[in-house]
């Protein structure tokens, strides 16, 4: 993309009734009136079903640690270090669990004690572990959501044990839930909670495309990480939640029809892998200088199901998460399978492992119209470098110029040489001609 044009930029609308919702988030998360759990929300919204429960999430907490206040960043994982946990550790855990070692968060408050944990179930090899030192730390309940995931063709009679044993564990943590605590499940919000949630879904997906389909894109991917876990990993009330996806939607439709651009002198589309460095967000506006626009990666697309060509040519979500509207629900269980979908492997229903480590990604980047991608290569936390190498060897045979730089882990700068990181991506612009622009 060689054109020089200069599109309009405007400030983003949706901006402030984002920061009113992740204020709303974060109070909720440290309420004493609430039973606090850490670990996985990809399943249940345990604050709306358990109104007098909430459960923090272990990605958004550790990821804010780091983005906000590295000297205490590292203060947290020194506290994990010196216990025994090494620097190959996940970085948001080590926050996350460095804070609870260290007795305060960010703000100088008490760190908020857990009372009971539910283990996240995803791919990545570190997850299951996360809740486990507040669990042993206090020590309070703790209870498993296993990822069932398999490679190979699709089996429906292990796609059918799969399901059943996901619906237990779900029916097993809300019964002990209710027993150990003496509070009540609310089952009609289970399902209300399946059809607001397919609307966010929905919204989620409109926005992908109108960010990747678009030229000039109206939306950058740094925009997008400040909002896109606004109720997926960050829960707040519903209807509100819908509201401000619809609002996101519509204005990136606006901003689409209108022209108005993300990077006024757009000339050069990029994906990457998983999320950034939250410490050095930077880089984002370093390459804007370029004219180069970053449209994110399955990490930002798995909120919409991640994006597929269909055999007509079109593009939609690679596979429906839900059951037709029509099926009847009588009993928990009914809700609880309505609720995973017709294919059980893995919370976001992805079809194989190979597809998601190796090809997903050049998939997304050919819907995203990019020219190039932008790999990291983490230390820690592996689960998340899986097949790296693999997927840059796919990206290059469809074209597109393809780098790697080298860090800890999106949580930890520890091992991020920031200054290299900038040469790389000069060295990388001008081996396409460009040159920085006013």
Not at 48 to 66: H, K, L, R, T, Y
Not at 220 to 232: F, M, R, W
Request: glycine share 8%; charged share 30%; hydrophobic share 35%.
């Amino acid at each position: 993309m060689k054109n020089k044009q200069i599109w309009e930029t405007r400030p983003l609308e949706f901006w402030d009734k984002a920061k009113e919702l992740r204020a709303r988030w974060q109070e909720s998360s440290s309420d004493a009136k609430r039973v606090l759990g850490q670990g996985s929300t990809y399943d249940i919204d345990w604050a709306e079903c358990f109104p007098a429960m909430n459960i923090v999430e272990d990605n958004p907490g550790g990821s804010m640690i780091q983005a906000k206040d590295s000297p205490y960043a590292r203060k947290c994982r020194l506290a994990s270090e010196i216990r025994g946990w090494g620097r190959e550790i996940c970085g948001y855990t080590n926050n996350l669990w460095g804070s609870m070692y260290l007795g305060y968060e960010q703000d100088g408050l008490p760190f908020p004690p857990r009372k009971f944990v539910v283990f996240m179930p995803a791919e990545c090899d570190q997850h299951t572990k996360r809740g486990q030192q507040c669990r042993d730390f206090a020590p309070v309940p703790g209870w498993m959501s296993d990822c069932t995931i398999y490679l190979g063709e699709d089996d429906p009679v292990r796609d059918e044990l799969f399901r059943e044993h996901k619906v237990y564990c779900n029916f097993k943590q809300i019964n002990d839930l209710e027993r150990i605590f003496g509070q009540k499940f609310d089952d009609e919000k289970l399902s209300k909670m399946m059809d607001y949630s397919e609307e966010v879904i929905e919204y989620s997906r409109d926005i992908i495309m109108l960010m990747g389909r678009t030229i000039p894109s109206p939306l950058s991917v740094k925009d997008l990480y400040s909002v896109y876990t606004i109720g997926h990993l960050t829960k707040v009330d519903p209807e509100d939640t819908v509201n401000f996806w619809k609002m996101v939607r519509d204005e990136v439709q606006w901003r689409a029809d209108n022209q108005i651009a993300a990077v006024g002198n757009e000339r050069f589309r990029w994906v990457e892998a998983h999320p950034p460095s939250w410490h050095f967000l930077k880089y984002y506006r370093y390459m804007e200088k370029y004219g180069a626009v970053c449209l994110g990666s399955q990490y930002t697309a798995q909120n919409c199901g991640l994006l597929e060509y269909k055999p007509d040519g079109g593009i939609d979500r690679r596979v429906s998460m839900k059951y037709p509207k029509d099926t009847p629900i009588a009993t928990r269980e009914d809700a609880l399978r309505m609720m995973l979908g017709p294919d059980p492997r893995e919370p976001r229903a992805w079809k194989s492992d190979e597809y998601i480590r190796q090809d997903s990604i050049v998939e997304f980047a050919d819907i995203m119209r990019a020219d190039g991608a932008l790999l990291p290569l983490w230390r820690g936390g592996v689960g998340c470098t899986l097949t790296r190498k693999e997927q840059a060897m796919r990206l290059r045979k469809a074209g597109l110029s393809v780098i790697y730089y080298e860090g800890s882990q999106p949580g930890d700068r520890t091992d991020l040489d920031e200054q290299r990181f900038l040469d790389q991506l000069d060295t990388w612009m001008e081996s396409f001609g460009y040159e920085m622009l006013d």
